[in-house]
T-cell receptor, first 114, second 117 residues
Framework: DQQVKQNSPSLSVQEGRISILNCDYTNSMFDYFLWYKKYPAEGPTFLISISSIKDKNEDGRFTVFLNKSAKHLSLHIVPSQPGDSAVYFCAASAIGGATNKLIFGTGTLLAVQP | DGGITQSPKYLFRKEGQNVTLSCEQNLNHDAMYWYRQDPGQGLRLIYYSQIVNDFQKGDIAEGYSVSREKKESFPLTVTSAQKNPTAFYLC????????????????FGPGTRLTVL
């Protein structure tokens, strides 16, 4: 049972345009969400996060939006650059534990065309 | 400088052999984690450890074993009981405690690609 879903396995965008990556979740106990970026044959690197008490968090070109009622979050990259080409994973953490366990989505491969 | 190291980067194993993947961190993190990544799938948690001498099974622990004798080290053994061990293995660490409105992100190592021949 996939609790965190990224339904688009890939996305292609022109350089300078907006990239929108989507993520849906099913567990209402999730209260913190993160996006990781991963290049081939490397470990993921943390990109941006959002708490469920917020609906938006911005960091430079990256903005994450959270719609709790729809159990949906999205990552916006503006403007997109060729170096943004990577796999992006959405991850979620559930309240109620002292651990930092994360549930990951399946990832979306973003290709930014020059 | 601080970080997480995994060795080796590529590993080949004959079917039926056990193999141990190394993970070391000098970030002074309490918690450490092992994930595997398969094509078209997300990262799936194998084992995690919140503190030295303690560890818990993740979602796909069968065929794997771990130890946590030192804070800095969390080796993963892939045993012959693991039916499909060929995968990309990722180790991560974090400050363990999370508050109600905060989260301490996990930092990942570069990964080890294991191939069973």
């Amino acid at each position: 049972d996939q609790q965190v879903k990224q339904n688009s396995p890939s996305l292609s965008v022109q350089e300078g345009r907006i990239s929108i990556l989507n993520c849906d979740y099913t567990n209402s106990m999730f209260d913190y969400f993160l996006w990781y970026k991963k290049y081939p044959a490397e470990g993921p690197t943390f990109l941006i996060s959002i708490s469920s008490i917020k609906d938006k968090n911005e960091d430079g070109r990256f903005t994450v939006f959270l719609n709790k009622s729809a159990k949906h979050l999205s990552l916006h990259i503006v403007p997109s650059q060729p170096g943004d080409s990577a796999v992006y994973f959405c991850a979620a953490s559930a309240i109620g534990g002292a651990t930092n366990k994360l549930i990951f989505g399946t990832g979306t491969l973003l290709a930014v065309q020059p | 400088d601080g970080g997480i190291t995994q060795s080796p980067k590529y590993l080949f194993r004959k079917e039926g052999q056990n193999v141990t993947l190394s993970c070391e961190q000098n970030l002074n993190h309490d918690a450490m984690y092992w994930y595997r990544q398969d094509p078209g799938q997300g990262l799936r948690l194998i084992y995690y450890s919140q503190i030295v001498n303690d560890f818990q099974k993740g979602d796909i622990a069968e065929g794997y074993s771990v130890s946590r004798e030192k804070k800095e080290s969390f080796p993963l053994t892939v045993t012959s009981a693991q039916k499909n061990p060929t995968a990309f293995y990722l180790c991560a660490s974090s400050i363990d405690f999370r508050g109600p409105d905060s989260y301490n992100e996990q930092f990942f190592g570069p990964g080890t690609r294991l191939t069973v021949l």
